[in-house]
Every structure is written in structure tokens, then in C-alpha cells.
T-cell receptor
């Protein structure tokens, strides 16, 4: 599985935008970029995913670099409930069969009131 | 549509006892994954099952651990003769089909071995 690199921790203030970076320099052409987050004492939850184009949903936006070697998860207006560990994960979108998720250490996001 | 359900949420066992963790996938989902999260660590894949079949058990410890997903009923992760190192949070996830992009996670079972 291709590897991702994320900062161990980040801190932001409530109601401000947050940009969470992820490096994946060995990404292959068929790898999708997925983001999950894990709130304290809960199971992970899906946030967003994309292949080449930037993606938006109700939770966040995903900005993917043109060379796809990095991406950024954007929380447009952070709230205290966004405090979590955020995981950037690569999944091969064209491989047959289901695939396990390979979690790294993720980025622990702290939101200050 | 209820989410993925896991029970018990907390389980305490003494060394040498058996632990049984249950996972009921979301309605309509026939694919189940189990992950383990040791204290202060990330989640690690253990096993992937479809109804009545183990598809990928590459993350399962070779001994004492087993998993099943019967035709009827929840998926069960069984740990025999538990040791303190088995203390962890065990998460189950489900998806409706094998190529589904998203896995939906349950709240986890926190196992403490005394």
C-alpha cells in the first residue's frame, strides 16, 4: 500500500478554516485519496475522497495537487466537534475485491474555543 | 437505517478467559471488516469477511483469534485465552459490496484484560 505522511498534530481556532495536509509522493495512477476521522472514543467516520479533481461535500473539501503527490483536507469553519484524529488513506480504485483500510498515525486536530 | 452495532461496548476479562465481540453490520451490508486499535496507536486491519466466508485474514494473529460471519446473525470476533496485550479497542466496519468506497464503522468494543 502506498504510504501517506501527515503532521502529528495541528491546532486551530473555532470558526476558522483548517487545512490538513497529506503527502503521498508514491501514489499510483489508480489510487484514490480517502479521508476518515476519529472523534474521541468513537469509531472512524468517512469524510471525503477523490481521485484527481477537487471535491466538496457537506463536511469538507478536498484539494488535490496537480501531480497528485499531496492533498489537503479543508474544514471551512471549524467547530469544537471537529476535534479528532484525521487519517489520509490511499485505496486502489481499480483493484478487484474489497480492500482493507491502512491507517497511519493521522493528524490530531485540536480546536480552541 | 441503524448504523453498525457492536456489543458489548466494554468488556472486562481475566487472563485466560475467552472474549466474544459481536458486530451487526448496517442493513443490506454483507461485507464486514474488523480492526484493532491498541492504546495510543492507529487502527490495524485484522480480517475481512463476507457471509459465511473469510476473504482476507492477513491481519489476524496466528493463534487464539478467530472470526466468523454466519448466514444469520452478527459477525463474531473470538479471542481465546486472552492476555493483557489483547487489551484494545476493536472496531467493526461494514460495506454493502466489495468495491464500495466507504466503510461504515461501529462504536467499538473496548476490551480490558486484567
Amino acid at each position: 500500500d502506498a504510504k501517506t505522511t501527515q503532521p502529528n498534530s495541528m491546532e486551530s481556532n473555532e470558526e476558522e478554516p483548517v487545512h490538513l495536509p497529506c503527502n503521498h509522493s508514491t501514489i499510483s495512477g489508480t489510487d484514490y485519496i480517502h479521508w476518515y476521522r476519529q472523534l474521541p472514543s468513537q469509531g472512524p467516520e468517512y469524510v471525503i475522497h477523490g481521485l484527481t479533481s477537487n471535491v466538496n461535500n457537506r463536511m469538507a473539501s478536498l484539494a488535490i495537487a496537480e501531480d497528485r503527490k499531496s492533498s489537503t483536507l479543508i474544514l471551512h469553519r471549524a467547530t469544537l466537534r471537529d476535534a479528532a484524529v484525521y487519517y489520509c488513506i490511499l485505496r486502489d480504485g481499480f483493484r478487484q475485491g474489497a480492500q482493507k483500510l491502512v491507517f497511519g498515525q493521522g493528524t490530531r486536530l485540536t480546536i480552541n474555543p | 437505517n441503524a448504523g453498525v452495532m457492536q456489543n458489548p461496548r466494554h468488556l472486562v476479562r481475566r487472563r485466560g478467559q475467552e472474549a466474544r465481540l459481536r458486530c451487526s453490520p448496517m442493513k443490506g451490508h454483507s461485507h464486514v471488516y474488523w480492526y484493532r486499535q491498541l492504546p495510543e496507536e492507529g487502527l490495524k486491519f485484522m480480517v475481512y469477511l463476507q457471509k459465511e466466508n473469510i476473504i482476507d485474514e492477513s491481519g489476524m494473529p496466528k493463534e487464539r483469534f478467530s472470526a466468523e460471519f454466519p448466514k444469520e446473525g452478527p459477525s463474531i470476533l473470538r479471542i481465546q485465552q486472552v492476555v493483557r496485550g489483547d487489551s484494545a479497542a476493536y472496531f467493526c466496519a461494514s460495506s454493502p459490496r466489495q468495491d464500495q468506497e466507504t466503510q461504515y464503522f461501529g462504536p467499538g468494543t473496548r476490551l480490558l484484560v486484567l
